[in-house]
């Protein structure tokens, strides 16, 4: 099993809607990262989330990590088609000189 | 600009055909990564590098080699490719260790037949 589990696995949504995806571990996490990667492509880093309770925002995108650094949701507000994609949350792991370990992603499209 | 370049972005080729995968970033980032991503399974590390001349295993590192001779370049090479190394491949960077914003490049996908 995954050590980061994100849900949904996909996510299809009417332009205009909001929605969040969801990213869980086991394990207390040295910093959450989330990146989205269009398909096929590199993965582009959205946001970085390394204190308990920490929420971020950029544009429509919304961020929070939970107390206990287990939990990450991101939230899109009034989704656009720019928005479609494959979004992935990125765990760091101590002791592994910079491994960040990775969910298996959330599909998104957004229909206008 | 900066950016990890990785070559090639398509590439088919036959069982046991050795192959090089490049990778150069000009950020001057001391840590260097490779991952492969398969469909369900996510991005999993199959090498890493912390500095020149210094690298390690990841959580996938069978089937794989690496070396990091200048800071800029880390080559992903695969010496006796098998069909179950038919993967997305990504070369990542960072400036320095603890620092998990990586610089991902755009991406190597291998078929081996």
């Known amino acids: 099993s995954q050590e980061l589990e994100q849900s949904p696995q996909s996510l299809i949504v009417q332009e205009g809607k909001n929605l969040t995806i969801n990213c869980t571990s086991s394990k207390t996490l040295y910093g959450l990262y989330w990146y989205k990667q269009k398909y096929g492509e590199g993965l582009i880093f959205l946001m970085m989330?390394?204190?308990?309770?920490e929420e971020k925002s950029h544009e429509k995108i919304t961020a929070k990590l939970d107390e206990k650094k287990q939990q990450s949701s991101l939230h899109i507000t009034a989704s656009q088609p720019s928005h479609a994609g494959i979004y992935l949350c990125g765990g760091g792991r101590s002791g592994g000189y910079n491994k960040l370990i990775f969910g298996a992603g959330t599909r998104l499209a957004v229909h206008p | 600009e900066a950016q990890v370049t990785q070559n090639p972005r398509y590439l088919i080729t036959v069982t046991g055909k050795k192959l090089t995968v490049t990778c150069s970033q000009n950020?001057?980032?001391?840590?260097m990564s490779w991952y492969r991503q398969d469909p369900g399974l996510g991005l999993r590390q199959i090498y890493y590098?912390?500095?020149?001349?210094?690298?390690d295993k990841g959580d996938v590192p069978e089937g794989y080699k690496v070396s990091r001779k200048e800071k800029r370049n880390f080559p992903l090479i695969l010496e006796s490719p098998s069909p179950n190394q038919t993967s997305l491949y990504f070369c990542a960077s960072s400036l320095r260790r603890g620092d998990y914003g990586y610089t991902f490049g755009s991406g190597t996908r291998l078929t081996v037949v």
């Open positions: 590098s912390m500095n020149v001349e210094v690298t």
């Open positions: 989330l390394q204190k308990g309770g």
């Open positions: 950020m001057n980032h001391e840590y």
